[in-house]
């Protein structure tokens, strides 16, 4: 009973650190507002943490962001103007997902190329292994078949034994 306890426990500890940064003092009394500044806060990047989004992070920024965001979206701002509100601000950086824009080109095309550039030269590879290897279904001479034969004859009185 103890141990079953003890990974409840566990779980339960997981499940609170997952648990987001948001402090009560921060939510709008409005629940359609909250969700929205929630699922905007999950898109924008802690400045301090840099690789997590600010709805997790409990960094001073991180709280000044998200005040900011329910500030905007309580004057009426869309989702859209918030952002770009934030970029102007802060940066592309501050967006978790880029924007797919002319500047950000290469950041979200260079994965793809690399793997079609990968693929590429591993079937290139393959090709020129192929041309190099010696065929396999050519036949032996005369000669080299009755040296195998020779080989075998031999061989097998000593597996007999």
């Known amino acids: 009973m103890r141990r079953i306890l003890a990974i409840l426990c566990i779980l339960g500890a997981i499940g609170l650190s997952a648990a987001h940064a948001v402090l ?32 997790d992070s409990a960094a001073p920024l991180a709280r000044d ?17 918030v952002l770009n509100y934030l970029v102007a601000r802060y940066g592309e950086f501050v967006l978790l997902k880029p924007r797919f824009e002319l500047q ?18 591993v079937w290139l590879s393959a090709k020129r292994r192929s041309k190099a290897a010696p065929d396999a279904t050519a036949s032996l001479t005369a000669e080299e078949e009755a040296r195998l034969a020779e080989l075998m004859a031999a061989e097998a009185p000593a597996e007999k034994s």
Do not use: H
């Open 104 to 121: 950000t080109l290469l950041l979200w095309l260079a994965t793809p190329l690399v793997f079609v550039g990968g693929g590429f030269a």
């Open 24 to 55: 009560p003092d921060e939510v709008m009394s409005d629940p359609a507002k909250e969700a929205r500044a929630r699922t905007l806060s999950r898109e924008l990047r802690c400045m301090v943490c840099q690789n997590e989004s600010i709805d």
């Open 65 to 81: 962001i998200r005040l900011l965001v329910r500030r905007r979206i309580a004057a009426g701002d869309s989702d859209a103007q």
